[in-house]
């Protein structure tokens, strides 16, 4: 199956600057990248997603590329404030193995004031 | 408000009874999901169904019984508590054919004495 890996498991910025968190996904089948962000007590919210037809994808101060040769995708976010400190989570799924999501580790992120 | 809303939000029992937990979704998608996160955040889906149909059962103990009455709703009922189901599960939901993303529900905390 699906297997989707993901670092750093964590990391600490300085508010303004960027953080870029890492994943790779084992099954080249996989044709849906979503993001989700983790706030603590809560449930995990999409932020960004990308399909496998497309190299990138922005919105606002969050982009996401992808590189299918590699098997890698990326969440870049640019001016951090402490409002993004969360856990991130990236995710990958096979259509055919019926719209399971296959999360990787996740990355604990704090934003330094 | 639509939304994905699991009760209760938090459960504390003593090892060996049996609990449930409940889901609904108002969203109108078709597919519903539980999936188990452990105490180092890490989330591994265990079960899904789409239209009342069981489509995914992940290695999960048979002490782990889901029910889904309609499509809007999810249960998921456990017997013979053991410390180790501690966790806080999470129901999500998503339409399977057209659109991948999943909502997640805020999760229910299990707490086993």
């Known amino acids: 199956g699906e297997n989707v890996e993901q670092h750093p498991s964590t990391l600490s910025v300085q508010e303004g600057d960027s953080a870029v968190i890492k994943c790779t996904y084992s099954?080249?089948?996989?044709?849906?990248f979503p993001w989700y962000k983790q706030e603590l007590g809560k449930g995990p919210q999409l932020i960004i997603d990308?399909?496998?037809?497309?190299g990138e994808k922005k919105d606002q101060r969050i982009a996401v590329t992808l590189n299918k040769t590699a098997k890698h995708f990326s969440l870049h976010i640019t001016e951090t404030q402490p409002e993004d400190s969360a856990v991130y989570f990236c995710?990958?799924?096979?259509?055919?193995?019926?719209?399971?999501?296959?999360f990787g580790g996740g990355t604990r992120v704090l934003v330094k004031p | 408000d639509t939304a994905v809303s699991q009760t209760p939000k938090y459960l504390v029992t003593q090892m060996g009874n049996d609990k449930s937990i409940k889901c609904e979704q108002n969203?109108?998608?078709?597919?519903m999901y539980w999936y188990k996160q452990d105490s180092k955040k890490f989330l591994k889906i265990m079960f899904s169904?789409?239209?009342?149909?069981?489509?995914i059962n992940e290695t999960v103990p048979n002490r782990f019984s889901p029910k889904s009455p309609d499509k809007a709703h999810l249960n998921l009922h456990i017997n013979s508590l053991e410390l180790g189901d501690s966790a806080v599960y999470f129901c999500?939901?998503?339409?399977?054919?057209?659109?991948?993303?999943?909502?997640f529900g805020s999760g229910t905390r299990l707490t086993v004495v």
């Open positions: 990308i399909r496998s037809n497309v």
């Open positions: 999500a939901s998503s339409q399977r054919d057209s659109s991948y993303g999943y909502t």
């Open positions: 969203l109108g998608h078709d597919t």
């Open positions: 099954d080249s089948a996989s044709n849906y």
């Open positions: 995710a990958a799924t096979v259509k055919a193995a019926g719209n399971k999501l296959t």
């Open positions: 169904y789409n239209n009342k149909e069981l489509i």
